[in-house]
Nanobody
Framework: VQLQASGGGLVQAGSSLRLSCAAS????????MGWFRQAPGSEREFVAT????????YYADSVKGRFAISRDNAKNTLYLQMNSLKPEDTAVYYC?????????????????????WGQGTLVTVSS
């Protein structure tokens, strides 16, 4: 699976931005998807994840209530709607995919659980 993230940019604090991640696969709905981010000098951290159908989501506490993850399986695309952006949201954002085995969605929140990664898109939030 190849993932292509886009939509990053420079915005002011309080603004909104929507990231997209296009997947090159005919079986997009077989993958659990996630967003991670990495700020300069920091480890890559979990942001959000979404189940195969999009019916279940899970967020990091730092973005809960401000960010929304969604997917369109017909378009093989993952989204991250980011509202009320803060300077501390500045980072390179990565989309990721995992073939999560099992019928129940257990949110994968660590890097090691993801099999495929996009190239990242930079989000810069100015104060």
């Amino acid at each position: 699976v190849q993932l292509q993230a886009s939509g990053g940019g420079l915005v002011q604090a309080g603004s909104s931005l929507r990231l997209s991640c296009a997947a090159s696969t005919r079986t997009f709905d077989m993958y659990v998807m996630g967003w991670f981010r990495q700020a300069p000098g920091s480890e890559r951290e979990f942001v959000a994840t979404i189940s195969w159908s999009g019916g279940s989501t899970y967020y990091a506490d730092s973005v809960k209530g401000r960010f929304a993850i969604s997917r369109d399986n017909a378009k093989n695309t993952l989204y991250l709607q980011m509202n009320s952006l803060k300077p501390e949201d500045t980072a390179v954002y990565y989309c990721a995919a995992t073939v999560l085995v099992g019928s129940q969605f257990v949110p994968p929140t660590t890097r090691e659980k993801y099999d495929y990664w996009g190239q990242g898109t930079l989000v810069t939030v100015s104060s």
